[in-house]
């Protein structure tokens, strides 16, 4: 039974089993909740930036990707998915089933701040866990199943994102007690979800023409690019600001430099990419944004205004030169999720080591770290590369088994059948369109006979490549 009250000045109170009271400012509580509905929006965020990117025929699939993230995970957290990563009765590696189903998880000081009760901790955190899996489950574009992938979020939010969460933010954690840093998600968030990106686009193999023109397309709708890129800068706010657990000058520096890392980040990709094709690209622009937001996440309470320059820098030219990564090891990775999360992280993660400040930390009057090598605490570089390769080799290694698990059980199987690759995931799958029209000869290369609008018909290319069957525009 919950048994609060509020004082004189406004602020809520509540007592442990003890009687002890415990005092909440209701200035905290608001902000959290704010931050929590502006990392929910990241969400659709996600889908539109994905959706752009891709051919038109496949559009929908990768917005209705993004919602099935919302909808399971949030089944999945309150099922048992908090109490793994968050109970007090945790291990070094993963929680037990104390909180099964939420039940005790009310008024009493969460485990992640004693300023906020546990119940506003647990939905917060709830959207780190649904945006992580949206994050992954994005590497199944233009050719996965979208049945089969509600199994895999389900189960891979479980064995994945849970005991990654548990080691690195739960007072127990291994990570934690080693004195790994992580504000806001370096490797439970980005690392994980790049890293199974990339077992995803292994598991899955090429894309139907992959390594001729007939890929090389350009994205189909560079406004939902910039579009989910608008999303995901403005929700970055709640996800980083809000990490810090209270309404304090820790939030706000954490704001500051998310905000600095993301537009030098997307200042550096565009440049990069000047370089070569003398175009000044929006697509790159949003790009490297992401990538300095990826590359701040892990230091956002950590580190001063200055180093957020380096991040964006860096996070901007690592991630841009990690999209060649696929072609030099032969995987198709259609967003470059691996490229920006994957990679974005660890540099995030590795930096942090190295610019991470005590008293920068210090800005909420209450955490106390020894610092980075801007403090003389040159073995937190050790500290931060164990946490990165143990991610990175965990969520690889076991999102691998669930796909082979899964590619065995009858109607599991992710990879979607040739005809419906070349048809389109959304026709194929969804029965749906993101567009009342979607233009497939230029695609797949074959005679298409049309019937437009006014009646009229439009006549075959004769320079397709001849097929004994067409196929006609939805």
């Keep these: ?6 004082d004189a000045s406004g602020s809520l109170i509540a007592y442990t089993p003890d009687g002890e009271e415990v005092v909440y400012n209701l200035g905290d509580m608001a902000f959290i909740v704010t931050c929590m509905a502006l990392v929910w929006l990241m969400v659709p965020g996600v889908g539109f930036f994905y959706s752009g990117l891709l051919r038109r025929k496949n559009a929908l699939s ?35 089933l104390k909180y099964f189903a939420l039940k005790g998880v009310l008024d009493q000081p969460s485990i992640g701040s004693s300023r906020i009760p546990a119940l506003l901790f647990c939905i917060y955190q709830c959207m780190f866990a649904i945006i992580t899996a949206a994050l992954a489950v994005g590497a199944i574009a233009e050719r996965g199943r979208l049945g ?127 370089r070569i094709e003398k175009k000044w690209s929006a697509v790159g622009f949003c790009s490297g944004a992401i990538s300095g937001l990826v590359a701040i996440t892990p230091a956002a309470g950590y580190v001063g205004s200055p180093a957020a320059v380096l991040f964006g820098v860096l996070g901007g030219t690592v991630c841009n030169f990690a999209t060649q990564l696929k072609f030099l090891l032969g995987y198709d990775d259609a967003l470059d999720i691996f490229a920006t999360h994957g990679v974005g992280g660890i540099v995030g993660n590795l930096l942090t080591a190295l610019f991470a400040q005590a008293s920068v ?17 040159y ?29 065995y059980i009858p109607g599991l199987r992710l990879r979607a059948s040739e005809e419906a690759e070349i048809l389109g995931i959304d026709d194929a ?40 069957s067409s196929i006609t525009e939805k």
């Excluded at 309150?78 to 968050?86: K, R, T, V």
């Excluded at 930390?361 to 605490?377: H, S, V």
């Excluded at 497939?440 to 004769?462: C, M, N």
């Design 62 to 96: 990768m917005i209705y990707t993004s919602l099935a993230s919302i909808a399971v995970v949030s089944f999945q957290w309150f099922f048992w998915g908090y109490s793994l990563a968050f109970s007090d009765g945790a291990n070094a590696f993963i929680g037990d």
């Design 361 to 377: 930390a210090g800005f909420d009057g209450i955490t106390e770290i020894p610092g980075g090598w801007l403090d003389k605490n």
């Design 429 to 468: 799958e969804m029965g749906e369109f993101a567009y009342d029209y979607v233009g497939l000869e230029q695609e797949i290369g074959q005679t298409v006979s049309t019937v437009g609008a006014t009646g009229g018909s439009r006549e075959p290319d004769h320079h397709a490549p001849k097929s004994s």
């Design 148 to 274: 089969p992938i509600l199994v895999f979020i389900f189960v891979w939010t479980t064995i994945v994102y849970d005991p990654i969460a548990c080691w690195t933010w739960n007072g127990a954690g291994w990570s934690f007690v080693l004195g790994g840093l992580d504000f806001a998600g370096g490797t439970p968030v980005h690392i994980s979800s790049g890293t199974a990106a990339l077992a995803i686009s292994v598991y899955l193999g090429k894309r139907r023409g992959y390594g001729t023109e007939r890929l090389a397309y350009k994205p189909h709708n560079t406004t939902y690019v910039v579009l989910g890129t608008v999303f995901l800068w403005f929700g970055w706010f709640g996800f980083n600001g809000g990490s810090a657990l209270s309404a304090n000058l820790r939030a706000i520096q954490a704001c500051i430099v998310t905000n600095l890392a993301a537009a030098v980040g997307g200042i550096t990709w565009m440049l990069w990419d000047y």
């Design 1 to 6: 039974m919950v048994n609060v009250t509020y």
């Design 379 to 407: 073995i937190q570089l050790g500290y931060q590369v164990a946490d990165s390769v143990a991610g990175f080799a965990y969520s690889f290694v076991m999102t691998t088994i669930i796909l082979w698990i899964m590619h």
